[in-house]
């Protein structure tokens, strides 16, 4: 464990573990050492605590972070404010961009100069959303393109010529509107002051078609058309700046997008992850008594991804996705529903039972086996959450297979949608193992620890991903310079952020602040309202240093 004692007298954790790889090829280990933390909630009309108000019961402060590499500015995302926070390089606020005439900002980019920020209608979501445009060196707005209801993600392809916006298009509580799930390219080839936008939908596809490839069509007990339905959550641009990849989180699926075209040219279904087999164990129960209990369930897990970011290696495309969840529960329609209250025909007649103090059901109901009995009990099955959309195969009214939401995992896709890799337990299994502080157990029978952020760091020759943990409230590193056989290095946590929503790599050279290293981390934490950047070293890892060590422990002091 590497206790840094930071510039503010608070104390950072780092853990660091060292894995096996070829001698020759070991990736370095790399090292984290905070710069510092802003906190949104020390401005002045954010002063809650007195009235016993948490920062969860509102809207999020520090959602997601960008950075100016001309006038070395962050600028982060504070839906509580309806603005974004402009902080300098030390971390200090100079000023804010108010959104507030429109509504709530959910998301903030920079490129070449040019800050662009995804507004919703406050006045009604389901109506058009905006994009404003500001100067990054002034903050001064220039000017807003209208593009679809909810834009809920923005993001510059790499040479900043065009804007993509995934317009999330979420129902209305009665469900009585469902708006079009759309992507907005925004060209900005002739500056902002000419901008123009092209909105594509996905009335091109088909729910049959969809669904036989592993994703789901299903809002509104299944009244709502294709169009309505998929829901676009988050986008990367490859590097060369020709293929986009957009996460339609709620349907278990990603659109591609042929940039040059400007085209969505398919919907690729990520189908389920089976929970049966070895390596895939999860935690389903809140109520077990046990942190960490990992079995193998017959459940299908569905991917259900948030975040997404994309490289190449070797020439080949890929794609990473942080596997979160996310479930419909509206007061109109909601598939959102515990096992225990499923009506079950799964034949589970091995099925031990694990809870000896559940009350909940005293005796198997006539027509309902054993195994299926016992499999609902809240020490097995019983308290985790799952859907009614997918499982009743034959409309009979009965489950015969149970699907949960989320992976609880990250995976690494080729361009054409192929898994070649999955985390599996492999998450669950390093917070049980090494750091059971951080095991959120009450959310054991939701999504566990939800890898929620999901970004690409390069240094050099090596490829790291670094993946945010919603509900254990830290960042997970891993090498993934083979995308095939991805490596866990570390695990970060700062004390007192919660939540880490935004997350963002500032390659060496893009902020002049302090001496050496290889870059700067950023991490925007939307459950404190807290924004901490770190710089980043690679420690190189000899060959006949590479050790099997998920349990090694290191101990040095930083100092100022």
């Known amino acids: 464990m590497l206790r840094i004692k930071t510039r503010y007298g608070v104390t ?60 070395e500015r962050f600028f982060v995302i504070n839906g509580r404010e309806k603005g974004v926070d402009v902080l300098d390089k030390s971390g200090v606020k100079i000023a804010t961009l108010d959104t507030s005439v429109m509504g709530s900002p959910n998301s903030v980019a920079v490129k070449n100069g040019v800050v662009a920020v995804a507004v919703e209608n406050s006045a009604n979501k389901q ?113 060369d700046g020709k293929t986009a990849f957009v996460t339609l989180q709620e349907n278990n699926a990603v659109a591609k997008i042929d940039l040059t075209t400007n085209t969505i040219t398919e ?89 000896a103090d559940d009350t909940d059901n005293l005796g198997s109901p006539g027509g309902l086996s054993d195994g299926d009995f016992l499999l609902q009990k809240n020490g097995n099955l019983g308290r985790l959450k799952t859907t009614t959309a997918n499982g009743d195969s034959d409309g009979d009214g009965l489950t015969e297979q149970i699907y949960s939401f989320g992976a609880r995992s990250f995976s690494i896709w080729d361009e054409n949608g192929n898994q070649v890799y999955d985390s599996g337990n492999l998450i669950e299994q390093i917070l049980a193992n090494q750091y059971s502080g951080q095991w959120a157990d009450g959310r054991s029978d939701d999504k566990g620890p939800e890898p929620e952020s999901i970004t690409i760091a390069q240094l050099g020759q090596w490829m790291y ?40 790599f500032v390659s060496l050279g893009n902020l002049a602040y302090g001496s050496g290293g290889y870059g700067y981390v950023a991490v925007a934490n939307e459950g404190s309202g807290t924004t901490t950047l770190y710089s980043v070293s690679a420690v190189p890892v000899p060959g006949s240093l590479a050790l099997f060590g998920l349990g090694m422990l290191v101990m040095r002091r930083y100092r100022r």
Not at 29 to 48: C, E, H, M, P
């Open 127 to 239: 109506d058009a959303g905006e994009v404003w445009f500001f100067d990054a060196a002034t903050a001064s707005f220039t000017r807003k393109v209208t593009v679809g209801a909810l834009p809920d993600m923005v993001t510059f392809t790499p040479d900043g010529s065009k804007l993509l916006v995934a317009n999330e298009g979420e129902p209305n509580d009665s469900y009585t509107n469902d708006p079009n799930g759309t992507v907005t390219v925004i060209d900005l080839s002739t500056g902002v002051a000419s901008a123009t936008a092209t909105h594509l939908g996905f009335g091109a596809f088909s729910e049959a078609a969809i669904e036989a490839d592993g994703g789901r069509v299903f809002g509104n007990n299944n009244s709502a058309t294709v169009s309505q339905d998929l829901e676009p959550e988050y986008i990367t641009v490859s590097p």
């Open 465 to 504: 991903a670094l993946v945010g943990l919603e509900r254990t409230n830290g960042v997970m590193i891993f090498d993934i310079t083979d995308p095939t056989n991805p490596l866990y290095q570390s695990y970060i946590v700062e004390a007192g952020d919660l939540s880490p929503e935004g997350l963002l």
């Open 267 to 355: 919907i690729q279904g990520l189908g389920y992850k089976d929970y049966t087999l070895p390596g895939n164990e999860f935690d389903a129960s809140d109520k077990d008594g046990i942190n960490g209990n990992l079995q193998n369930w017959n459940v299908m897990g569905m991917y259900q991804p948030d975040a997404i970011d994309s490289y190449v290696v070797n020439g080949n495309l890929y794609y990473v996705t942080a596997n979160e969840g996310d479930a419909r529960d509206y007061s109109g329609y909601s598939e959102e529903v515990r096992v225990k209250d499923l009506a079950l025909d799964l034949n589970n007649n091995n099925i031990a039972d694990s809870d």
């Open 12 to 71: 950072a954790i780092l853990f660091t573990s060292l894995i096996i790889g070829s001698p020759a090829m070991a990736a370095p280990i790399l090292n984290f050492q905070k710069l510092w933390t802003y906190d949104a909630g020390n401005s002045v009309l954010d002063s809650y605590a007195d009235q016993g108000v948490t920062d969860f019961d509102l809207a999020p402060e520090a959602e997601i972070v960008s950075y100016d590499t001309a006038s």
